[in-house]
C-alpha cells in the first residue's frame, strides 16, 4: 500500500493537483452564479405570491444544502486575496453570463 503522502506528493508533481483545483474553482463560480438566480427568482416569485407548495420546500432545502457548501467552501480559502480573487472572478462572470443570457 502506498503511503498517503507519497500519493499526494505524485498528484502534485504530475499536476493532478493543479487540475483539480482549476476544476474546483470553475465549479465553484457556476455554483455562485447559479445560486444568485435562483434567489433572484425565488424573490421574484415570493414578491408577487407564486412561491408556494412544493416548489417552497424545494427552493427553501436547496437554501439549505448552498449555505452548507459555500460555508465549507470557503474553509478552503486561505488568504484575504484569494477571497477577494473569487469574489472578483464571480462578478465578472456574472457580468459577462448576464450579458450572454440577455439579463
Known amino acids: 500500500m502506498i503511503p498517503k503522502k507519497k500519493i499526494i506528493e505524485k498528484?502534485?508533481?504530475d499536476g493532478t493537483l493543479a487540475k483539480v483545483n482549476q476544476l474546483l474553482s470553475a465549479?465553484?463560480?457556476l455554483r455562485c452564479e447559479a445560486a444568485n438566480l435562483?434567489?433572484?427568482t425565488a424573490d421574484l416569485l415570493e414578491s408577487r405570491g407564486l412561491l408556494m407548495g412544493e416548489l417552497k420546500k424545494?427552493?427553501?432545502d436547496l437554501d439549505k444544502v448552498q449555505d452548507r457548501y459555500f460555508y465549507e467552501f470557503t474553509q478552503m480559502i486561505t488568504s484575504k486575496q484569494s477571497g477577494k480573487d473569487?469574489?472578483?472572478d464571480c462578478d465578472e462572470f456574472d457580468k459577462n453570463f448576464r450579458k450572454w443570457a440577455k439579463l
Open 11 to 13: 498528484a502534485k508533481e
Open 27 to 29: 465549479a465553484h463560480v
Open 38 to 40: 435562483i434567489g433572484e
Open 86 to 88: 473569487l469574489f472578483d
Open 58 to 60: 424545494c427552493h427553501s
